[in-house]
């Protein structure tokens, strides 16, 4: 038996065609949808290994930058030592004062949580808290007796002279008041202005009990030092009067490490 012409496969052929040439379609999208995959992969590949260069050369930047930071601050540092060093050589009394006090004033600082920036601050501001006295003539600063009235005025300007000689340089602005303040008291009866209470910047109230701290325990040329057991009374005594109390706090939380702090082997703690 023959099959009728028209009827079974001829019906199913064009479908199989159109079938057929669909899917040669797909395949040819297909293939250029992978080709355009490898293309942007490779161009993808190619951005990501231009960035890790990038990445790489500004990480080098960084470490360039953050090293020349390092060394522009200890040339700060530096430049800052040899000018409390250039004060105290005409003081004779205050040999090594600036460090020891520097170092008093960071335990305390430390003591009472300053934080890092304002710490650089009181370290910049203890270190050159007498730079003025540059503009006190020999006649009055090594005067061995006791000064006249008018020498004592002039003697009494060194924190003004000394906020004068520093406020153009930009980044020592935050060290100014303890330079200008290192001679106030809590209350309020020091000069040059005669602030009170917390007016007083906190790094010139810490100054304060450090300055009073060193003074007591160095040898002077009319006295010799006294233990830091004598400090500690006088500063008790002073608490509330020449002495924030906040910081006398402090002072005494660090008590028992100053010998330590003294010789630079304890003050960061
Ligand atoms: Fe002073």
């Not at 600082?109 to 808290?129: M, S």
């Not at 503009?135 to 006249?148: E, H, M, N, V």
């Not at 500690?232 to 109390?245: M, N, S």
């Amino acid at each position: 038996m023959s099959e009728p012409e028209g009827s079974g496969r001829s019906s199913v052929e064009p479908d199989v065609q159109a079938l057929y040439r669909q899917i040669e379609l797909y395949a040819s999208e297909l293939h250029n949808l992978y080709h355009e995959q490898v293309a942007t992969k490779s161009a993808l590949e190619k951005k990501l290994s231009e960035m890790e260069l990038l990445q790489q050369q500004l990480l080098a930047y960084a470490h360039d930058l953050a090293t020349s930071h390092r060394r522009l601050q200890a040339t700060y540092l530096a430049t800052l030592h040899a000018l409390a060093n250039a004060v105290e050589n005409r003081d004779e009394e205050t040999a090594g004062h600036s460090q020891r006090v520097t170092r008093y004033s960071l335990a305390l600082a430390r003591a009472l949580g300053v934080p890092e920036t304002g710490i650089r601050q009181v370290e910049y501001g203890a270190l050159l808290h007498d730079v003025g006295k540059i503009g006190i003539p020999d006649a009055i600063l090594r005067k061995p007796g006791r000064l006249t009235h008018e020498e004592w005025v002039q003697m009494r300007r060194h924190p003004d002279i000394g906020h004068r000689m520093l406020q153009e340089i930009e980044f020592l602005q935050d060290a100014l008041p303890i330079v200008r303040q290192h001679h106030e008291r809590f209350d309020g009866k020091g000069y040059p202005q005669g602030l009170g209470g917390k007016e007083i910047a906190l790094g010139a109230r810490i100054f304060a009990v450090a300055d009073a701290l060193d003074a007591i325990t160095s040898d002077r040329p009319y006295r010799q030092a006294a233990p830091f057991e004598r400090a500690r009374e006088e500063i008790l005594r002073q608490r509330g009067r020449q002495f924030d109390p906040d910081v006398v706090e402090a002072f005494l939380g660090v008590f028992e490490r100053l010998p330590a702090i003294a010789h630079g082997d304890g003050a960061t703690g």
